[in-house]
Structures are given as C-alpha cells and as structure tokens.
C-alpha cells in the first residue's frame, strides 16, 4: 500500500463549490504539507502543519483553508471554488529535522468549471 | 532571494543518448538542500536525491548521476544510455536550512524516443 494517499485522485467542480481534498499517511511523519502544481510553475507550497497544533501558511494560501485532524491526516478545503484553482495538487509528508527529503503522494487533479 | 532556474523546458533524446539536466539555484545561505524529483506520465512525484551543501561530493546510482558544483551554484543530472521509462518531468529543487518550504524549478521534460 501507499504510505501517502489522496483522495479523490481526480474532481470536476463547479464555481462557487465547496470541496476537500484529502490526506492520509502511514509514514508515521510530523509533518505534512499541501503543495498545487500549474503547467510552466513548478509546485508552489499552500499549506503546511508541523503537528495537529502547528498549521502554517505557505506562500499561496489565499482562498484555501486546511484541517490536520490527526497526525496522519491532512486535509485542504476551497470554500468556494475558482477556475484559476484548477491544478493538480500534492500532499507530501516529511520527518523534520534537518537532512530530509518529502514524501509526495500520488496528486489529486482538480477542474473548477 | 531563493530561485531555482532549470532554463532547458523540454528535451528529446534517443533511447541510449546520454543527457544531461541543468539546475541553477540562488541562495546567499550557507546551509541548504538540493533535491531532484521525478513526475513520470503517472502524475506522481518520486524522490531521487537529496545533497546538503556541504556534501560537494558527486552521486552515481545506476545510471543516473548528479554534478554538484558550489561556484557555479549547480546541481546537474545526468542520464546516461538514457530509455523509454526516463521519459518524465524532472524537477531540481532547494531547501534553506531550518526551513520546511520546498523551492521547485519549473521543471525539464525528458522524451526519450525509441
């Protein structure tokens, strides 16, 4: 099985819409982030929770809001869905520390309509 | 400022070809992390390196291999006797040191052509 799990892998929605994105690991990790990646950017980081009281915001969190209802779930809500929210977006997990690397999973790709 | 820079957006190859993917990254840190990822057709993200910057030493796993170069602030890949299954989005990102966010270049696309 895999050690980082999204769900749905894909989503249409419409304007207006609310929607979750959802997270679960079992790497055991701390830590845990939400990255959305657009055609010719790269990944840019939304959100990102050190433990269940430790959210922080990345460097384009407007219009988004997540929940860490357990250290090994994540979850990343649109109130109200746009079109230019339309990507494909990442969950990743990490250790912490120092040398490490994330752990993505395997992407959810979302259209807004 | 932190930037990675992987000016090549896409490159086509013949299976056996080497080639090689450039990285440029900015930082004035002295303390940070590079790290190559892989996007294959399927979407996902898989890890393939991580290096600090006080590790200058090159890495071979296979037939990858990675360049790490402090005075020219790069971290190249190379794939050598490239094949099919290289077919991908590579991306090189950097990490400051204490610091969770993930910096990615916009990435290179590899077609390797049978």
């Known amino acids: 099985d895999a050690d980082v799990t999204q769900t749905p892998r894909n989503r249409i929605t419409k304007t207006g819409k609310r929607i979750m994105l959802e997270c679960s690991q079992t790497?055991?990790?701390?830590?845990m982030y939400w990255y959305r990646q657009d055609p010719g950017l790269g990944l840019r980081l939304i959100y990102y929770s050190f433990d269940v009281k430790d959210i922080n915001k990345g460097e384009i969190s407007d219009g988004y809001s997540v929940s860490r209802q357990a250290q090994a779930k994540f979850s990343l809500s649109l109130e109200s869905a746009i079109p230019n929210q339309t990507a494909l977006y990442f969950c990743?997990?990490?250790?912490?520390?120092?040398?490490?690397?994330?752990?993505f999973g395997p992407g959810t790709r979302l259209t807004v309509t | 400022a932190q930037k990675v820079t992987q000016a090549q957006t896409e490159i086509s190859v013949v299976e056996k070809e080497d080639v090689t993917l450039d990285c440029v990254y900015e930082?004035?840190?002295?303390?940070?992390?590079l790290f190559w990822y892989k996007q294959p057709p399927s979407g996902e993200l898989v890890f393939l390196i991580r290096r600090n910057s006080f590790d200058e030493q090159n890495e071979i796993s296979g037939r990858y291999s990675w360049n790490f170069q402090k005075s020219t602030s790069s971290f190249n890949f190379t794939i050598t006797a490239s094949q099919v299954v290289d077919s991908a989005v590579y991306f090189c990102?950097?990490?400051?040191?204490?610091?969770?966010?993930?910096?990615f270049g916009t990435g290179t696309r590899l077609q390797v052509f049978p």
């Open positions: 930082t004035r840190d002295t303390t940070y992390y």
């Open positions: 790497k055991g990790h701390d830590r």
């Open positions: 990102a950097l990490r400051r040191f204490n610091t969770d966010k993930l910096i």
């Open positions: 990743a997990t990490s250790p912490g520390g120092h040398d490490y690397e994330q752990y």
